[in-house]
């Protein structure tokens, strides 16, 4: 118990995690290039153990290739700065005014690495495209989809029925709900696919049998292909899902994320639709969907660059928020470092599109932004106040030209040695 | 220690030193001359607009001349020119301007292609390049769309292509394209033809051969107004509307083929230039004038702004600062040798003149930009030698021992080079992207980070010289040493203040913008990474858990990963960060990281101590051996 102990609250602990750390932020940022931010973020910093291995486009790969390093994640790292943090300040904490610096500083190390957890486990990331007098009431994320089936047959609002695709990534395959007077049934399913006409596959192109949709429409079939992680492309997730009743299967779809009703600069795709006991539905697999209270319509997009260039002199969005008419209606105009906060989201101008008639946000939702503000804040005191105290002590408290008692203190084990000399010996003293 | 006395000899040899810096900054801050009777610099005062801002000809005449040639002056045989007197000759003298080696190439087999001897030089002209002009358009083709892919050959071809598209899209900002193969006469058909058709009938046989004479003049206009971006003529009624947009002489000339008037300040330019090729300086003096004249009185007077850009593109600042910097590591390093207080006293000395300049050089660069001075890469390494020089003179200021002039001199020479050479890319002085668009951010994240760099990079320098001092030269007295110790931890710990209050600004400014804290990108990672090592040296420091060789050593590689921070993340093309690839950086940062292994490397040396000398000037201070952070412990 008390090795344990000692492990834990030992300053040793503290130098290897933060060189653990140096080390795994370097080839966390490494990857980056290969493997794009999104996905080395979950393999380095949301796991608690990574391997990384010598790159394939890095010269010399034949010889080197079968370089591998193991490392602890930041799932792991993390929480043993934290239990270090805490082991450490009982172990060493001795009342006094000249320690509150160091107690601020690392309770505002907890706090930020605490909530930054927080936001990797919650933060949400989705876009919203929009033309010139467009609307729209949901924004649609950048990384994750589902599989919907719609129902149409109320005129003033859809119904719509919800499965994230990581189910079946799992091997679900029956999708039921009490509502539906059906199941689906995912036959097939692909992270990343290739769609493509029948006859124009390679021999041996399997036919998936698809007897309605778009997939029926066109003779299409898809071949499973390696996911792709690069920074700005999105994988073709693609399932073959059959329609069964009780009465007994009613056909077999593909659907995609690719076929789609709307979006810059691609083929517009028909819905999917098909009608049983006089009721209309749509089957779709989509980008995940986030609905908002109010939709948000885009009425001007503004580009301007500088004379004679392409290098922008600002963008900006200006945007009606709520239904046109209603009494609640706001404007806002969103640009360059001028977000707008909304239903705990906030859109930022991303891009454009389509000769500067579209407008492309970037929607960003974290229920912990506030965190990093407080902790700062924290942090920043105590390193004033800690510099503060070191400094007003050296220069005005100690005698010119003597060390000061603190740091003649030679006998004590090195250890206590270290924290008793903390006070003297903090940060910018 | 023996006390000093100033000596005559001494005094000499100080005194040269200072006069040379002195006689140096005349030189520098004189107006530059030209051996001719024409007002060059009168010409190069004229305002333009280029890259998307209203600049002097002057700051298009050097930039152009560093990408293409990498050089601020051409040499032609014996001849040697300018850049401001090389591109008077580009802009008004063509046909002469072509014959000047001007292209650098930089790659044997491209010379291969231009049928030059490959050890015989490294600079051609364009009429050597001409000839061979098909053969490299079927080469171009094949270079790859990313630098990163590129053999050196191929990036050689690049960089030549590049130079003369350059090259190309500023020849005829001041003279029109030729007509009917003249160069020299086009204004006068122009007139003639404009003239002849607002005298015929439109209806008459005359008239239509005008028509088609305009008509082909047409062409040959609309091909130079696509092709040209140095636009030379600003709108009438424009004023300092910073988005107004300027015409480039071709669309002025391509207008007055349609309505038939001429712009005064085109035909001026074409008199310039026809004076300027037959050699009669007062008419070309006189046409400068009028050039001048005409462009006050659409709201662009050559003075002000764009005189005082001209002024600082000859004085360059930060050419003599990082010369001076030279002198005071010499001084500094001289110190350890002979006459240790005299040599230390002209290290600071020299090195707070440095700083004047350097610091005069980096607000005036924000007053151009009408920026905060940081805003991209260039602007950063100006900055961070400033700041570790800035650091270092408060440490001089209180130890007056030469250490830290010694470590901080090379950091600021270093990054003066660092930014002459970046400045290849073209004007330093660039718009601002609309995503960077914060002054508030700009003037907060980004300078704090920055001079987290600075510290970090001066806890680096210092372990190095107090590595190479106590291995290898001349052996590290104690107090010496002890001092270092304590400099090296203070300025670690300012570092790490600086470098963490700098990172979570720049997670705040993101969470602000883009509604997100922390994105991991590569920058956010250095930045990070730095803070990391900080913590991580001050803790094995409180610890015990290192040597003070080892702290040294840890400082050292702190350099690593500080240069990492800076230009390595921006090598990799991730993230919202991402703001230039620089190939040949990268073999500069791979020589970087082996140096500061082999430094690091020099800690576990036994100690040779070469030269020894016996001991160091004693601080000159009432509290000798006392540093914020020092120990008595070792």
Same mark, same amino acid.
């Given at each position: 118990m008390k090795a344990i102990h000692q492990f834990f609250s030992s300053i040793r602990l503290t130098v290897l995690l933060l060189a653990v750390s140096t080390v795994l932020v370097f080839f966390g940022t490494l990857d980056q290039v290969h493997f794009g931010i999104f996905h080395t973020q979950q393999r380095?910093?949301?796991?608690l153990f990574v391997v990384w291995s010598y790159p394939?486009?890095?010269?010399?790969h034949e010889l080197l290739g079968w370089i591998e390093l193991p490392l602890p994640g930041g799932y792991l790292v993390g929480p043993l700065l934290v239990l270090n943090l805490f082991f450490a300040h009982f172990r060493y904490y001795r009342s006094g005014w000249r320690k509150t610096g160091i107690v601020l500083i690392h309770a505002g190390l907890v706090l930020l690495l605490v909530g930054q957890l927080w936001t990797q486990l919650r933060q949400k990331e989705y876009f919203m495209w929009l033309a010139e007098g467009q609307s729209n009431n949901y924004v649609e994320s950048f990384h994750t989809d589902e599989l919907v089936v719609i129902d149409r047959s109320d005129p003033d609002r859809d119904r719509v029925y919800s499965w994230p695709v990581e189910a079946f990534s799992r091997g679900q395959t029956e999708l039921r709900h009490p509502g539906l007077p059906f199941r689906l049934r995912v036959v097939g399913y692909a992270q990343n696919a290739a769609i493509f006409p029948l006859d124009q596959?390679?021999?041996?192109?399997?036919?998936?049998?698809v007897t309605r949709g778009i997939g029926a429409d066109r003779n299409l079939t898809f071949i499973q292909i390696a996911p792709t992680f690069r920074e700005g492309e999105r994988n073709v997730t693609t399932a073959l899902v059959d329609v069964v009743t009780p009465d007994g299967p009613r056909g077999r779809w593909i659907v995609s994320n690719?076929?789609?009703?709307?979006?810059?600069m691609r083929e517009f795709f028909p819905r999917q639709t098909f009608e049983i006991d006089g009721r209309e539905y749509e089957v779709a697999l989509r980008f995940e969907r986030r609905y908002l209270p109010e939709p948000v319509k885009l009425l001007e997009f503004r580009h301007d660059r500088y004379p004679g260039t392409d290098i922008p002199f600002n963008f900006s969005s200006e945007v009606t928020l709520g239904?046109?008419?209603?009494?609640n209606a706001r404007r806002a105009l969103i640009y360059m470092n001028n977000p707008l906060r909304y239903d705990d989201l906030t859109f930022y101008q991303a891009s454009f599109a389509e000769g500067d008639t579209m407008s492309m946000f970037q929607v960003v939702g974290n229920p912990a932004r506030w965190i990093p503000y407080w902790s700062t804040l924290i942090i920043t005191l105590g390193l004033l106040l800690q510099f503060g105290i070191s400094f007003v002590s050296r220069f005005y408290l100690a005698p010119a030209g003597r060390p000061t008692p603190a740091s003649r203190d030679?006998?004590?084990?090195p250890t206590r040695r270290t924290t008793a000399r903390q006070p003297a010996a903090g940060p910018l003293q | 220690m023996t006390t000093e006395r100033t000596t005559l000899l001494q005094r000499i040899v100080i005194g040269t030193v200072f006069l040379f810096a002195g006689l140096l900054f005349l030189r520098h801050v004189m107006p530059e001359r030209h051996d001719?009777?024409?007002?060059i610099a009168a010409f190069l005062a004229l305002p333009v607009q280029d890259g998307g801002r209203v600049k002097p000809a002057d700051t298009v005449a050097r930039t152009t001349l560093l990408v293409i040639a990498n050089r601020t002056n051409v040499r032609d045989g014996d001849e040697r020119l300018s850049a401001a007197e090389w591109f008077t000759e580009f802009a008004l003298n063509p046909a002469r301007a072509?014959?000047?080696?001007v292209f650098r190439v930089e790659h044997p087999e491209v010379m291969g292609i231009l049928g030059i001897? #490959?050890?015989?030089?490294m600079y051609v002209s364009l009429s050597e390049i001409l000839p061979h002009f098909d053969t490299l358009r079927s080469q171009w083709e094949?270079?790859?769309?990313?630098?990163? @892919?590129?053999s050196s050959y191929e990036a050689a071809l690049a960089k030549l292509r590049d130079a003369i598209g350059l090259y190309d899209s500023l020849s005829h900002a001041y003279t029109g394209p030729p007509v009917l193969g003249r160069s020299d006469t086009g204004l006068r058909m122009l007139r003639r033809a404009l003239r002849d058709r607002a005298d015929?009938?439109?209806?008459?046989e005359e008239a239509l051969t005008v028509e088609n004479a305009l008509s082909l003049f047409a062409g040959n206009f609309a091909r130079a107004a696509r092709s040209?971006?140095?636009?030379t003529v600003p709108p009438?009624?424009?004023?300092?509307?910073? @988005? #107004?947009e300027w015409s480039n002489l071709g669309s002025v000339l391509l207008e007055a083929t349609k309505t038939g008037n001429l712009d005064p300040l085109a035909v001026t330019y074409a008199e310039m230039a026809a004076a300027y090729r037959a050699g009669d300086a007062a008419e070309f003096n006189s046409r400068v004038d009028d050039a001048a004249n005409l462009l006050a009185a659409r709201g662009? #007077?050559?003075?002000g702004k764009i005189a005082f850009e001209h002024f600082f593109n000859q004085f360059s600042p930060f050419t003599y600062a990082a010369v001076v910097y030279l002198l005071v590591f010499l001084a500094a390093s001289a110190s350890w040798i002979v006459w240790p207080h005299t040599f230390a006293n002209t290290a600071f000395w020299l090195m707070a003149t440095a700083f004047a300049v350097h610091t005069f050089g980096m607000f005036a660069h924000a007053y151009l930009m009408g920026?905060?001075?940081?805003?991209?890469l260039y602007t950063s390494a100006i900055f961070v030698g400033w700041g570790t020089v800035l650091l270092c003179l408060f440490l001089e200021k209180r130890f007056r021992n030469g250490l830290a002039a010694a470590a901080a001199a090379p950091v600021g020479f270093c990054t003066l080079i660092i930014a002459y050479h970046l400045s290849f890319t073209g004007d330093t002085v660039e718009v601002m992207r609309a995503v960077l668009d914060s002054n508030f951010w700009l003037a907060t994240h980004v300078p704090t980070v920055t001079i987290g760099y600075s510290a970090n990079f001066l806890a680096g320098s210092l372990a190095v010289v107090y590595l190479l001092r106590d291995r290898i030269f001349g052996g590290l007295p104690a107090p010496s040493a002890r001092l270092l110790e304590g400099m090296v931890y203070g300025v670690v710990c300012f570092a790490l203040l600086f470098s963490f209050v700098g990172t979570v600004l720049g997670g705040i400014w993101a969470d602000q913008s883009?509604?997100?804290?922390?994105?991991?990108?590569p920058k956010e990672n250095g930045a990070l990474m730095i803070v990391l090592w900080n913590a991580l040296i001050l803790h094995a420091r409180w610890a015990k858990l290192a040597t003070p060789t080892g702290i040294m050593q840890l400082a050292i590689a702190g350099n690593i990963i500080t240069a990492w921070s800076w230009f390595g993340t921006n090598m @990799?093309?991730?993230?919202?960060?991402?703001y230039g690839f620089m190939d040949a950086a990268f073999f500069w940062l791979l020589a970087f990281v082996f140096s500061q292994l082999a430094c690091i490397a020099v800690g576990w040396l036994p100690r040779l101590r070469l030269f020894n000398r016996g001991g160091d000037p004693e601080p000159q201070t009432d509290t000798p051996g006392q540093l914020p952070g020092h120990t008595t412990a070792g």
């Open positions: 380095y910093f949301e796991s394939v486009q890095w010269p010399g596959g390679p021999p041996n192109t399997p036919d998936l049998n690719v076929f789609r009703q709307r979006d810059p239904e046109p008419g209603s009494d030679n006998t004590t084990s | 001719t009777d024409f007002d072509v014959e000047r080696p001897p #490959a050890d015989d030089r094949s270079i790859p769309g990313e630098s990163q @892919l590129r015929h009938d439109p209806d008459s040209t971006v140095l636009a009438p009624d424009g004023g300092d509307d910073p @988005l #107004a662009h #007077a050559p003075g920026r905060p001075p940081v805003t991209n883009w509604g997100r804290f922390w994105g991991w990108d @990799l093309g991730v993230g919202l960060h991402a």
